[in-house]
């Protein structure tokens, strides 16, 4: 069975109010249907993938009552829930490269941005409030 897609990621969050604001305000997906789990959290959108349940999972910790994310998914340490550990980074095709790049101005966060040579592609890295980083690809016509 060869890998058709990304079907989604999921990110471990103590800031999930934060990341709600990045995956949705920056980025511009939006927030839809969510099974009702024993912890908190979110799936995020991004238009035509309600069939697939999403692209970001988002993860949240209930520190007065840990258990039931704890039996559903396994413990982590929260001090070990930054960067993007053994995953370097996420990757989303993309359009609008000015207009995201001035929500990543508006919010305030770092950016770095190259031009992929052969491929037509122009790249913008960024990263989510986790500290997990997040590729954007553009058309290279776009960064003209």
């Given amino acids: 069975m060869a890998i058709g897609k990304l079907a989604?990621?999921?990110?471990?969050?103590?800031?999930?109010?934060?990341?709600?604001?990045?995956?949705?305000?920056?980025l511009g997906l939006r927030?839809?249907?969510?099974?009702?789990?024993?912890?908190?959290g979110l799936w995020l959108y991004r238009?035509?993938?309600?069939?697939?349940?999403?692209?970001v999972h988002l993860i949240g910790i209930?520190?007065?009552?840990?258990?039931?994310?704890?039996?559903?998914?396994?413990?982590k340490?929260?001090?070990?829930l930054r960067g993007s550990a053994a995953?370097?980074?996420l990757a989303f095709a993309a359009t609008d490269l000015a207009g995201v790049r001035g929500r990543i101005a508006e919010a305030?966060?770092?950016c770095r941005e190259r031009t992929v040579p052969d491929l037509g592609l122009h790249?913008?890295?960024?990263?989510?409030?986790?500290?997990?980083?997040?590729e954007l690809n553009f058309p290279a016509s776009e960064a003209v």
Avoid: M
Avoid at 31 to 40: C, D, I, L, N, S
Avoid at 77 to 80: L, N, V, Y
């Fill in 8 to 26: 989604h990621f999921s990110v471990r969050t103590t800031a999930l109010e934060a990341s709600r604001d990045f995956y949705c305000k920056v």
């Fill in 87 to 89: 995953v370097d980074h």
């Fill in 31 to 40: 927030e839809g249907y969510r099974p009702h789990f024993p912890f908190p």
């Fill in 47 to 55: 238009g035509g993938d309600e069939a697939d349940y999403g692209v």
């Fill in 123 to 134: 790249q913008l890295f960024v990263e989510d409030p986790s500290g997990v980083v997040i």
């Fill in 62 to 75: 209930d520190r007065n009552d840990p258990e039931g994310l704890k039996q559903y998914l396994g413990d």
């Fill in 77 to 80: 340490a929260e001090d070990t």
């Fill in 108 to 110: 305030g966060l770092p």
